[in-house]
């Protein structure tokens, strides 16, 4: 039996998460989360979308992405296949590194968008992996919490800096920062 098609229009936003297959590490050292982003940013070149948040788990990741004018099936099918392939060749894994396909979510008002965004900057800590959002490392969060300690150069973070959109968040706060990490925060 075909799949259902996914709805897509342009500039439908969506909440994508992908799971390592069995539940198993899709990133095991840092040069993996940041090749993740670098393919990322080399399909979001090729194909012109937005990101405006990204939490990078090892066994899974979130992603708040809107589309322009390419299919979200499409820009996952290229990207997905690229981390594999160089995963796979990486560690000489054999067989799928996903877990069947991965979930999108669409986004249809404001009020959702901010929540999948908090969904998504708290996931660490929902994990008990750290204790505040901007303390892990392989998220946005870190963009919309800017830590007086980020002072050495960090390959990930500039990555972050050159595709993720804050600003359709910040807006929603009146460009605040501030505002946005209470809300994300529950300060």
């Known amino acids: 039996m075909a799949r259902k098609k996914r709805i897509w229009y342009p500039g439908a936003i969506y909440h994508v998460i992908s799971r390592g297959n069995r539940k198993g590490e899709i990133f095991r050292e840092r040069n993996d989360f940041i090749q993740f982003l670098e393919f990322l940013e080399k399909v979001r070149e090729m194909y012109s979308f937005n990101i405006h948040s990204i939490c990078l788990m090892t066994n899974h990741f979130h992603m708040l992405i809107e589309t322009q004018d390419i299919d979200l099936s499409l820009i996952m099918q290229r990207f997905l296949s690229l981390y594999a392939q160089a995963y796979n060749f990486k560690y000489n894994y054999t067989g799928h590194l996903f877990e069947s396909r991965y979930t999108a979510s669409i986004i249809e008002d404001e009020s959702y968008f901010l929540e999948v965004s908090r969904y ?68």
Do not use: C, W
Request: aromatic share 14%; proline share 6%.
């Open 120 to 187: 998504i900057h708290l996931n660490p800590i929902r994990a008990n992996m750290v204790n505040e959002p901007q303390a892990y490392d392989y998220s946005s969060y870190r963009l919309f919490a800017p830590d007086e300690y980020d002072t050495e150069p960090d390959v990930f973070l500039d990555l972050l800096r050159s595709m993720i959109d804050i600003e359709k968040a910040l807006k929603m706060f009146n460009l605040n920062l501030d505002q946005y990490r209470k809300f994300v925060e529950g300060a």
